[in-house]
């Protein structure tokens, strides 16, 4: 999955409805938005593509969309884990070599 395809699907997921969707990832048209997110990865409430029409994923995108998700929380998970660890790394030298007997 690309970076734009991720954002086609976090805007579809939030916004719902085709005009939001479009001014949210600044895409031009809704023939765009679907080259975009690649072949057979939205469905539309209706073929009118007006102001009222709802954008979904399909279980495909929404598979791929959750995978992203997981994988991005996890190394947020993994980063925040490590900025812990280093601070009480260096919390308990400075500790060790200052604390008093």
């Known amino acids: 999955m690309t970076n734009k395809q991720y954002e086609i699907y976090k805007a579809v997921v939030k916004y719902q409805t085709l005009p939001k969707i479009l001014e949210a990832t600044k895409i031009p048209n ?43 929380w996890k190394e947020i998970r993994a980063w925040a884990t490590l900025a812990i660890a280093g601070w009480g790394a260096i919390t308990g030298t400075i500790a060790l070599f200052c604390g008093r007997a």
């Open 30 to 72: 809704y023939m765009t938005l679907q080259i975009e997110a690649g072949p057979g990865m939205l469905d539309f409430s209706d073929n009118l593509m007006n102001d009222e029409t709802i954008v979904y994923l399909t279980p495909d995108a929404t598979e791929l969309y959750e995978e992203r998700s997981r994988h991005e």
